[in-house]
């Protein structure tokens, strides 16, 4: 038996038809180029590598690695040539190297892009997800499970109460879409919250417009920083009036009622 560790902040999912949707949402195909954070027991795991030819994984928890190989290999001794084991703190990890590995030799028609799935603890979503950003060229698409309330928040419009820094974050990068919800009944232990799972597709089409990944991200941190002071006073440090009025903002609104567009356009002409 395995207990589950507060400090990683884990959750073990049991629920087979919520797996079976999950599993069934992401499509894996044999050849994908999958990789799997946080894995635990192995619950996604053992599904994933039925359908794949081969799933790497990336797990902290040292003590759970012998359980997760024995849960995997146990009904199918073939998975033990399928499933890699990638012992790392994920924000360690460094997607691009290990994306240049496993395309190594391979023409450009043959290179494959990552697909990310995972079961995110509520402690590590926020960096998590902003690690993966900076890897977003080389990500075909990201499938995770999060607490409804991040998930809500990320997928969120102007002028609701949960659209906020990472609403904007995700939204500039990725096309954004929540998929389905999770009961706490579908997880051992049971979380105190409703959980939901997420599709983040990377998007390109404001990059002629983001000149510093850093300073937009500041940028945006700062005008969330106090939601009910204005912009005029938010960003007082960071941009002149004249350059709120020249991205077609008033000085006057507030960080909420501003699009994704009205943020790349104000970050285009301060940093531009």
């Known amino acids: 038996m395995h207990y589950a560790k507060k400090r990683f902040g884990q959750n073990f999912l049991i629920d087979n038809s919520v797996i079976n949707n999950i599993v069934d949402s992401i499509n894996p195909q044999a050849q994908d180029l999958m990789i799997e954070i946080g894995p635990g027991l192995g619950a996604?795991?053992?599904?994933?590598?039925?359908?794949?030819?081969?799933?790497?994984?990336?797990?902290?928890?040292?003590?759970?690695?012998?359980?997760?190989?024995?849960?995997?290999?146990?009904?199918?001794?073939?998975?033990?040539?399928k499933l890699i084991v990638n012992e790392i703190d994920v924000l360690k990890f460094d997607f691009k190297v290990f994306h240049s590995n496993e395309n190594s030799g391979k023409s450009s028609a043959e290179m494959k892009d990552l697909r990310i799935v995972g079961n995110l603890p509520y402690n590590i979503s926020t960096p998590v997800l902003f690690h993966l950003l900076h890897y977003r060229n080389i990500i075909q698409d990201m499938h995770f499970m999060l607490q409804k309330e991040v998930v809500d928040r990320i997928v969120s419009a102007p002028g609701n109460k949960s659209y906020g820094r990472l609403s904007i974050m995700l939204q500039t990068f990725c096309t954004t879409q929540a998929l389905f919800e999770v009961p706490p009944y579908a997880f051992e232990p049971a979380p105190k919250v409703n959980s939901a799972i997420l599709r983040l597709q990377p998007s390109f089409q404001f990059d002629k417009k983001i000149h510093d990944f850093v300073q937009y991200e500041k940028l945006v941190r700062e005008a969330f920083s106090q939601r009910r002071k204005t912009l005029k006073n938010t960003l007082k440090n960071i941009c002149t009036v004249t350059q709120i009025e020249q991205a077609g903002l008033s000085p006057s609104q507030r960080a909420e009622e501003l699009s994704v567009s009205d943020f790349v356009n104000l970050h285009d002409v301060i940093f531009h």
Do not use: Q, Y
């Open 44 to 81: 996604m795991t053992k599904p994933l590598l039925s359908r794949l030819d081969k799933l790497n994984v990336i797990e902290l928890d040292r003590d759970i690695i012998p359980k997760l190989i024995n849960n995997c290999i146990f009904s199918d001794a073939t998975n033990k040539d």
